[in-house]
C-alpha cells in the first residue's frame, strides 16, 4: 500500500492560518470518514489532533480543524502560534481494512 | 488516564527476531472498545503502521511486513507484544504502541485512529 500524499513542508507567520493537504484514492481517503491527524514535536510520540475527518479529542485547541472533498482530507491550523510548530501525519483507515500514514509534513512557524 | 508503556532489547543482531511488549496501565486491554497496535518510525522518516489486535486475539497487520510480523495479546498481564522476524537494517526505527479506537460495520469490525500513544522505544538492528 503506497503512502498517502501530503506536501514535504509548509510555513506561516505567527497569526496566520495554513492548511496541509492529505491526498489518497477512494479506496482510502475518499471512501472512508476515518481520516486522523497527528502533531509529532522533535523527539516525542504523536498526539491525536483530528479524528473521523472533523472531530477534535478533548483538550486539543479548537485552531486545529479537519475537513475532507473527495480524496483529499485537510487540516487547517489557524492563529499559528510557534508551539504548532512540528510535523504532521495524516492517516486513513482502508478498503483492505488496514490503516495507512501519510508521508508527513514539517510545519515551520516563521 | 490510560497509559501505554514499550519495552524490549533495544539491539537486535541482522536476520534475528525484534521482541517488544506494551504494558497498559490505567484501563483494561479486554475493553471491547479498542484495538491495540504497533506503528514504527526510521530514524529521521515518516510513520508506518506495523499492525493491530483486539483482545480476543484477532489481527490486522500490513501488508507489507505481515510474513514477518506476530502481534499477541496476553490479558493476563494487561500487555500486547510484537516479534518481527528476519530483521535487517531497514527495520531500525522508534517502535510505538497505541490504542485504537474500534469501529464496526455490520458484522465486521477494525482499528482506526491512534490515542493514546506510548513514548516509544528504539529498535536497532546492528551486529
Known amino acids: 500500500q503506497s503512502a498517502l500524499t501530503q506536501p514535504a513542508s509548509v510555513s506561516g507567520s505567527p497569526g496566520q492560518s495554513i492548511t496541509i493537504s492529505c491526498t489518497g484514492t477512494?479506496?482510502?481517503?475518499?471512501?472512508?470518514?476515518?481520516v486522523s491527524w497527528y502533531q509529532q514535536h522533535p523527539g516525542k510520540a504523536p498526539k491525536l489532533m483530528i479524528y473521523?475527518?472533523?472531530n477534535r479529542p478533548s483538550g486539543v485547541s479548537n485552531r486545529f480543524s479537519g475537513s475532507k472533498s473527495g480524496n483529499t482530507a485537510s487540516l487547517t491550523i489557524s492563529g499559528l502560534q510557534a508551539e504548532d510548530e512540528a510535523d504532521y501525519y495524516c492517516?486513513?483507515?482502508?478498503?483492505?481494512?488496514?490503516?495507512?500514514f501519510g508521508g508527513g509534513t514539517k510545519l515551520t512557524v516563521l | 488516564q490510560l497509559q501505554l508503556q514499550e519495552s524490549g532489547p533495544g539491539l537486535v543482531q541482522p536476520s534475528e527476531t525484534l521482541s517488544l511488549t506494551c504494558t497498559v496501565s490505567g484501563g483494561s486491554i479486554s475493553s471491547g472498545t479498542y484495538y491495540w497496535g504497533w506503528i514504527r518510525q526510521p530514524p529521521g522518516k515518516g510513520l508506518e503502521w506495523i499492525g493491530s489486535?483486539?483482545?480476543?486475539?484477532?489481527?490486522y497487520y500490513n501488508p507489507s511486513l505481515k510474513s514477518r510480523v506476530i502481534i499477541l495479546v496476553d490479558t493476563s498481564k494487561n500487555q500486547f507484544s510484537l516479534q518481527l522476524g528476519s530483521v535487517t537494517a531497514a527495520d531500525t526505527a522508534v517502535y510505538y504502541c497505541?490504542?485504537?479506537?474500534?469501529?464496526?460495520?455490520?458484522?465486521?469490525?477494525?482499528?482506526?485512529?491512534?490515542?493514546?500513544w506510548g513514548q516509544g522505544t528504539l529498535g536497532t538492528v546492528s551486529s
Open positions: 492517516s486513513s483507515y482502508t478498503s483492505s481494512s488496514t490503516l495507512i
Open positions: 497505541a490504542r485504537s479506537r474500534k469501529y464496526c460495520s455490520g458484522v465486521s469490525c477494525y482499528p482506526a485512529r491512534f490515542d493514546p
Open positions: 477512494s479506496s482510502d481517503v475518499g471512501g472512508y470518514n476515518y
Open positions: 473521523d475527518v472533523s
Open positions: 489486535i483486539y483482545y480476543s486475539g484477532s489481527t
